[in-house]
T-cell receptor, first 108, second 114 residues
Framework: TQLLEQSPQFLSIQEGENLTVYCNSS?????LQWYRQEPGEGPVLLVT?????EVKKLKRLTFQFGDARKDSSLHITAAQPGDTGLYLC????????FGAGTILRVKS | KAGVTQTPRYLIKTRGQQVTLSCSPI?????VSWYQQTPGQGLQFLFE???????NKGNFPGRFSGRQFSNSRSEMNVSTLELGDSALYLC?????????????FGEGSRLTVL
């Protein structure tokens, strides 16, 4: 069974701080997706990383896929209250496997 | 274009009852997946349907079942409800089957079992 572990489970920070969320597995994935879910909504895809070592940037968000395609990280620079939400990583293998998520709260 | 629509949004049932949840995918999307979301467990995969056929199934008991109609709309059913079935049930669609590709999620059906 492919499992994805996310850390930390919960993060509460002040506006303007930087943070990193980690997604780790012992399994190799063909690609990895990151979703963000806001209260009362379904998850929304942020990015898909495909190549080992790949780095993708989306404004203040930087996503990295590990060289061995087993892990990934999401780094947010100068967090804003609008970044608040649940961040989920999902590994693509023979089926999509989700991590338990990281709840991020950014206080103004 | 319209997103994924799930009904009902909220429902309360008692133990032993059964429930049917409905999902209308984005027009043109033929794959529908169902997930159970609970605090601390994340999204647990229930099943995926593509062109009316179940393509993949998660590790849930037989009380959880689903189906897909010719118009790609999908329903899931949970029989003999247990307290632990209380969760947010999310439906997601994508254009083709398989694990890759972006999933478009609905807002979910929140089930409370008393």
């Amino acid at each position: 069974t492919q499992l994805l572990e996310q850390s930390p489970q919960f993060l509460s920070i002040q506006e303007g701080e930087n943070l990193t969320v980690y997604c780790n597995s012992s399994s190799v994935f063909s690609s990895l997706q990151w979703y963000r879910q806001e209260p009362g909504e379904g998850p929304v895809l942020l990015v898909t990383v495909v190549t080992g070592g790949e780095v993708k940037k989306l404004k203040r968000l930087t996503f990295q896929f590990g060289d061995a395609r087993k892990d990934s990280s999401l780094h947010i620079t100068a967090a804003q209250p609008g970044d608040t939400g649940l961040y989920l990583c999902a590994g693509v293998g023979n089926k999509l496997v989700f991590g338990a998520g990281t709840i991020l709260r950014v206080k103004s | 274009k319209a997103g994924v629509t799930q009904t009902p949004r909220y429902l309360i049932k008692t133990r032993g009852q059964q429930v049917t949840l409905s999902c209308s995918p984005i027009s043109g999307h033929r794959s529908v997946s169902w997930y159970q979301q609970t605090p601390g467990q994340g999204l647990q995969f229930l099943f995926e349907y593509f062109s009316e056929t179940q393509r993949n199934k998660g590790n849930f008991p037989g009380r959880f079942s689903g189906r897909q109609f010719s118009n790609s709309r999908s329903e899931m059913n949970v029989s003999t409800l247990e307290l632990g079935d209380s969760a947010l049930y999310l439906c997601a669609s994508r254009r083709s089957g398989g694990a890759s590709g972006e999933l478009f999620f609905g807002e979910g059906s929140r089930l409370t079992v008393l």
